[in-house]
């Protein structure tokens, strides 16, 4: 099952993405919670490269009020950023203030050394993802310059110690990546879609898409949010490695997915700053698309290259609905043109299809 809220309040959308989800059939009111974000590095959110201190403060809310007491935030920052700054950078401070809730730098934790039978390789892992009793994965959703997507499976890498995140470098990042989610168990997920990077990890050209997805199975998830961005689960090493491992199912159109106030999707408000997102504007007409459609749109194009649209445009956006064309249309909104994409929102993957079918 996968829990798709939408909103532009993000406490609020994050809070009712859990409290939808099946998370109570797995935590107990006694269990000590560790909730790991992605600070990659130390940048606002807004850039879209590190978790939105609102999405773990909804957690935060939805669990003191099932009953959670204790509850921590853990993370290791990449090489060459310091975790603490990115703490502070990023609003966990005043976080950690309000609710009192502790901020433990996983580069100063101690580590125990484990070994994977599928993959036969051994790596050191962070006591603290190891010895708590849930833990609640919440990585951002965007694009990255090596593995091309980067979600749950590998958020899970800021558990390890930076010794071993250049080890994983060396030996190439996909099956360690694989063989780390099946060494810690991740007892719920919750992804930041708020407006993940469009072409790294590191941030500065964010897409807006206003979404907080949940979910049990990080497998299940990362091949789910890989069409979100405009890639097949074959194209990302990492899954293939880790259906191999059994770490879960990949994301099929039978999967159940339940949406939060899908009926307020809210509204674009196009490119913004991020100068990537403004180079594909040019091929978009826009008329009052949502967020969620619009950053898909921007994702397929962005991985086409717009080439595919031989000088065309492609309408997306609630102003075309009940309208024909001879033109492109992308959601279900636009769906009176003579090729479109359906959706509501669609998938970047799909929009790709349907472009290179019109190459």
Known sequence: MIVVSYGSDIIKSTYEAVAASDMASYLKAGFAVAIKPNLVVSGPASLGATTHPEVVEGIIRYLSDFGVRKMKIIESSWIGDDTLRAFKVCGYEDLSVRYGIPLTDLKSDSCTLLRHDGSGLEMRVCDEALSTDFLINVPVLKAHCQTKLTCCMKNLKGCIPDQEKQRFHRIGLHKPIAALSALIK????VIDGICGDLTMEEGGNPVASNRIIAGRDPLLLDTYCAGLIGYEPDEIGYLGYGMKYGLGRHFTEDT?????NAGDKPISKGPGSSRAAERHSRHILDDAACSAC????????????G???????IHIGQGYAGKTGDGTGVGDCAKGFGRYVPGCPPKAIDIINM?????
């Open 186 to 189: 991740t007892g719920y997920c």
């Open 256 to 260: 159940k997915i339940i949406e939060v």
């Open 294 to 305: 619009y950053s898909a749109l921007v994702y397929a194009l962005h991985r086409s290259g």
């Open 307 to 313: 080439g595919a649209l031989r000088g065309g445009k």
């Open 355 to 359: 472009l290179e079918r019109k190459a």
